[in-house]
């Protein structure tokens, strides 16, 4: 069963604010609240959201807004960085090393796999279909500049 199975979307954004705060306090972290953190301070174009808005932990992001969800946006980066890291699906640590060599920073050749995977993702739910890993892995794959 997946780590987050059955928690609701308010529960996994208070994560994420707690571990804010208690980073911004100097405050001891769990493991994972040091990785979110660490994703949180490579976005500082949502730090006045996270510190600031009481409703952030509620609110609802549409494209229709103007304004990126900033909790699904750092997600995919968790979900990258452990598909990496696990190296799923199989290949995922091959094409991540490859963009790392051509992208300027570890960040955006993360932004690369985000952008693939929430592209798979937005797919599988308009089709009503889970998702499929070999197609987020194509999709990397055709990011891949060859020489």
């Known amino acids: 069963m997946p780590l987050y199975a059955g928690t609701g979307r308010g529960s ?6 707690e571990a804010w705060r208690k980073h911004r306090a100097r405050l ?23 510190e600031a808005d009481p409703d952030a932990g509620e609110r ?17 980066h968790a979900a990258v960085r452990d598909g ?6 199989a290949g995922i640590g091959t094409v991540f090393r490859a963009l790392l060599s051509q992208a300027a920073t570890p ?3 993360e932004h690369v796999l985000l952008d693939c995977l929430g592209e798979t993702l937005w797919e599988a739910q308009r089709a009503g279909l889970p998702p ?8 990397a794959r055709r990011r891949v500049v060859t020489r």
């Not at 990496?84 to 699906?89: E, H, I, L, Y």
């Not at 499929?132 to 999709?139: A, H, I």
Request: hydrophobic fraction near 45%; avoid cysteine.
């Open 60 to 76: 609802d992001w549409t494209p229709e807004q103007g304004r990126t969800n900033p909790f699904l946006h750092m997600g995919l």
């Open 12 to 17: 996994l954004r208070a994560v994420w604010l």
């Open 107 to 109: 960040h955006d050749a």
């Open 132 to 139: 499929d890993e070999l197609v987020y892995l194509v999709k």
């Open 84 to 89: 990496v890291a696990t190296d799923r699906p």
């Open 28 to 50: 001891p972290l769990e493991p994972l609240e040091a990785q979110l953190a660490e994703l949180i301070e490579l976005h500082p174009e949502y730090h006045a959201v996270l």
